[in-house]
């Protein structure tokens, strides 16, 4: 079974201080991993994902995640962030076989002025 | 192209009432699926479907049914409703044709069950 640990529920940081969000995962065969984001009362938005190409993976609004497979790690990094990157993240596993998707439970991002 | 589409946005049932979530995909996409969001639990998934006329059980499937007769719509069902089922749900949608991974998600229903 695929699972996915994220480790802080709650993160704060100040305007253009650098956000990283963790995320660790449990997987028997080499994962597909995701980060999706959700705006207050909106659904969730695709930040970037890894497929098994280059461990280092550009997404959108400046986040990039490196895949560590001796530390089972995905964490997500913006150098700089903004008052817009208040929002709940979500990182999540693919199950290969027919894309069913596991999420950990989210970690809220506020940012301070 | 709207994308996936949810509806309604918004309901409020009593226990022991019954509804039925749809969701409507104009992609074209084979695999379909149902999860629920609640505070502290991330994404959950409830029923999914692998093609029109699929359906099968998720992480979380007790107290839900699903049907998938067209290949663009896949319904949601509660047949009694219970608060424990208060929480806002999401479907989402995948192509299927072996290249492109990515789950696309509809905004949201939001459910209240008093």
């Known amino acids: 079974a695929q699972s996915v640990t994220q480790l802080g529920s709650h993160v704060s940081v100040s305007e253009g201080a650098l956000v990283l969000l963790r995320c660790n995962y449990s997987s028997s065969v080499p994962p597909y991993l995701f980060w999706y984001v959700q705006y207050p009362n909106q659904g969730l938005q695709l930040l970037l994902k890894y497929t098994s190409a280059a461990t280092l993976v550009k997404g959108i609004n400046g986040f990039e995640a490196e895949f560590k497979k001796s530390e089972t790690s995905f964490h997500l990094t913006k150098p700089s962030a903004h008052m817009s990157d208040a929002a709940e993240y979500f990182c999540?596993?693919?199950?290969?076989?027919?894309?069913?998707?596991?999420f950990g439970a989210g970690t809220t991002v506020t940012v301070r002025a | 192209n709207a994308g996936v589409t949810q509806t309604p946005k918004f309901r409020v049932l009593k226990t022991g009432q019954s509804m039925t979530l749809l969701c409507a995909q104009d992609m074209n996409h084979e695999y379909m699926y149902w999860y629920r969001q609640d505070p502290g639990m991330g994404l959950r998934l409830i029923h999914y479907?692998?093609?029109?006329?699929?359906?099968a059980k998720g992480e979380v499937p007790d107290g839900y049914n699903v049907s998938r007769l067209k290949k663009q719509n896949f319904l949601l069902g509660l047949e009694s409703a219970a608060p424990s089922q208060t929480s806002v749900y999401f479907c989402?949608?995948?192509?299927?044709?072996?290249?492109?991974?990515?789950?696309?998600f509809g905004p949201g229903t939001r459910l209240t069950v008093l």
């Open positions: 479907s692998v093609g029109e006329g699929t359906t």
């Open positions: 999540a596993v693919s199950d290969l076989n027919d894309y069913k998707l596991s």
């Open positions: 989402a949608s995948v192509p299927g044709d072996g290249y492109t991974d990515t789950q696309y």
